[in-house]
């Protein structure tokens, strides 16, 4: 399945509640291949990427500490869209776009409420 990026904030303990998605297909990290060809290959790890990679493993979900060292993630990789897209076989657009979206909804997910968000990739 075509791995998704949604923003959560917790309404209570154990309580996520998923934001609207954004309507112009803003939520797309790619294609099914993306988890391990892009996000959790070898030049993204060795960029020190330890969030996205996870794709490659399971659906993950930056919690809302993790915000930030989350988006510090995105802008070190945004760097590298095109050795990433060189490696994967994506175009460089393509890398930069998905980021791009992923990177809009942990905005989003700072944005919505100071100690209470999150992102999370899902299937």
């Not at 509640?17 to 797309?28: A, I, K, Q, Y």
């Not at 996205?52 to 590298?80: K, T, W, Y």
């Not at 050795?83 to 809009?104: K, M, Q, W």
Request: proline share 7%; charged share 30%.
């Amino acid at each position: 399945m075509t791995p998704l990026v949604h923003t959560f904030v917790h309404d209570g303990p154990g309580k996520p509640r998923l934001l609207d998605d954004p309507e112009d297909g803003g939520d797309m990290a790619g294609f099914e291949s993306s988890r391990t060809r892009l996000w959790g290959s070898e030049p993204a790890r060795a960029l020190g990427a330890r969030f996205l990679p996870r794709p490659a493993d399971d659906d993950p979900c930056v919690q809302p500490e993790d915000v930030e060292e989350f988006l510090a993630e995105c802008a070190l990789l945004r760097g590298h869209t095109a050795e990433l897209g060189a490696h994967s076989g994506f175009r460089e657009d393509y890398v930069a776009d998905r980021l791009a979206n992923i990177t809009r909804a942990a905005l989003r997910a700072r944005s919505a409420h100071s100690a209470a968000q999150g992102t999370c990739g899902a299937r």
